[in-house]
Structure formats: C-alpha cells, structure tokens
C-alpha cells in the first residue's frame, strides 16, 4: 500500500507499469495488446471462442461506425466512460476463425489503460458501458489494426467486462488548492466532502482492514500517487497509514467517495521525502475487512 509513505518517485513505477498494460493499440501509437508474461506456475492456456465468433448474429446492434456488439450480462451502473478516464477490465479476444490472441483472464489479472488508448472499436465500445455490464463486440478491421501485418487480422471478437471506472487520476480536482466553503471539517482540522453516497451502513475501526482505490495530489495540482493508475485496490490496516487517513476512513462506509483535505500535521507532518504541506485525496472504499 504506497498510501504508507507515498512519494513523488512512485509515478516512475506507476509509468513502468502503465506501459505494460496500454491495451491494444492506440491508434496513434500502435502498441501491441497488453501481453505481459503469466505469473509464475501459471500457464496462459486458449480460451474457447464463442459459437457466433466468425460474425455478428442477427440479434446484435450495430452502431454508426460499423461496430457491433451484444450485452451478455446488464450493468449494475448508469454512468459511463469518457475518452480519458482510466478503466478496469477483463476482456478476451479472438479472430474469426476462433484463434484467441490476447486475454486478461490467461493472465489472471484485470487490465488497466485509459480509454483513448486503445484500437478504436475497443474505445467505443467501453464508452457504451456501464460497470459491472459484459458485452460482445465484434470490431471491424478499419476500427482495429487496419491490416497491419505486425497485428491480429481482419474482424476481431472480444468479449469485455467493464470492472470500474474513474477520471484520469493525473487531472486534479477544481478545489485542490483547498477545501470549498461546504466542505464539513473535523476538531483535528480534516476537511472533505462526500462525492458519492455509500452503500454500507458499517464504518471501519482504527484497527480495520480496508480496500480502497485512492488517488492523493498536493495543492499545486501534481499528482503523487494513485491506485487508480495502477488499476489495483489497495488493502491495508487503517492503523498503519498516516492519521489524516485513519481518521478520514473511518467516518466512511462501503461503496462511499470521499475527498480529503489533509493538513500537514496530519499527514508527514514535514518529513523529508515524502508530499509536504497539505495532501488532497479523493478515496473510495470498496470494503472492509469482517
């Protein structure tokens, strides 16, 4: 959990790390799909391809584009993905002749990119998305590799579960500089403001474990650290991370969104080498540990 002792040096390995999972390829760029190495003792085995992968059926909708597609499992969300924002997927991907050439699952590990990164159909295809929703897409070769003798060929096949999704955590928020004038504030001077109403009625204790995605910038708008970029939740005790964060946690319950305007004293306090001055951090906690 970098949230212990987060430094400006973790963007380095956030930008190692991105680069490794940047999808399929931009259309600028043209990157390979996100193809890292199996964890050790794992072996990336085929996956089938589905019986309709050689075109799209009848009954899939097709946009303006020439991109087709088919919902396999409803959403649970309402809003959806802008070009920018950064997404959690699992996704598999085949040619028509139902040769599987990329996939998260044989990795066993979702795949993390900005939308705009990626091969135009797959881009579409996300911003139609809710969380938790599964679809088929059938992507056409201009919206893919358009030829590229280097890439998969032709028509291409995935089938995408939109895990999550948050704003590109590089962009901080309009208030950064500090706390509006609704922001509720705390005796010991913790400042925030909820941005999204939790499911949960339980708030963890000082000596919780709690799953969170969080991204943490200074008051000039720089981003220091966010397990949002990473496209991995953190876990750790809540007595364990600076005490901004172990107050701040606690007044909130599962599925809530919270911005915090930390004070230095309540964050590293001046230490050297870590954020100084106050630290804003926008926190979703995902849940807690029974």
């Known amino acids: 959990m970098t949230c212990f002792d987060p430094r400006p040096a973790l963007i380095l390995v956030f930008a190692a790390g991105f680069l490794a999972v940047s999808a399929m390829a931009a259309q600028a760029g043209g990157q390979n799909p996100p193809q890292p190495p199996p964890p050790p003792g794992r072996v990336a085995s085929p996956i089938p391809a589905p019986p309709d992968v050689a075109a799209p059926p009848a009954d899939a909708a097709k946009t303006k584009t020439g991109l087709?597609?088919?919902?396999?499992?409803?959403?649970?969300?309402?809003?959806?993905?802008?070009?920018?924002?950064?997404?959690?997927?699992?996704?598999?991907?085949?040619?028509?002749?139902?040769?599987?050439?990329?996939?998260?699952?044989?990795?066993a590990k979702a795949s993390a990119f900005p939308v705009n990164r990626v091969i135009l159909g797959f881009s579409e295809a996300i911003q139609l998305m809710v969380a938790g929703e599964k679809r088929r897409v059938w992507i056409p070769e201009e919206l893919a590799y358009k030829g590229r003798p280097d890439k998969p060929q032709g028509l291409l096949v995935f089938d995408i579960e939109l895990l999550s999704f948050a704003a590109d955590p590089a962009s901080a928020p309009a208030d950064v500089k500090a706390a509006p004038a609704d922001a509720q504030k705390t005796k010991s001077g913790l400042a925030y403001k909820v941005l999204k109403a939790g499911t949960g009625t339980l708030h963890p204790k000082r000596d919780s474990k709690v799953t969170v995605h969080y991204t943490g910038w200074t008051t000039d708008g720089k981003m220091f650290d966010s397990s949002v970029a990473k496209g991995q939740p953190a876990t750790f005790p809540l007595d364990q991370v600076i005490p901004g964060w172990t107050e701040g946690v606690q007044l909130m319950v599962e599925g809530e969104k919270t911005r915090f305007w930390i004070p230095q004293k309540l964050a590293y306090d001046g230490q050297a080498g870590s954020p100084s001055g106050m630290l804003v951090f926008d926190v979703e906690l995902i849940s807690i540990a029974k």
Request: avoid cysteine; charged fraction near 20%; hydrophobic fraction near 35%.
């Open 68 to 107: 087709a597609f088919k919902i396999l499992t409803p959403g649970t969300g309402s809003d959806h993905p802008g070009a920018t924002d950064v997404v959690t997927v699992e996704y598999t991907g085949w040619s028509t002749k139902g040769v599987m050439f990329d996939s998260s699952f044989a990795r």
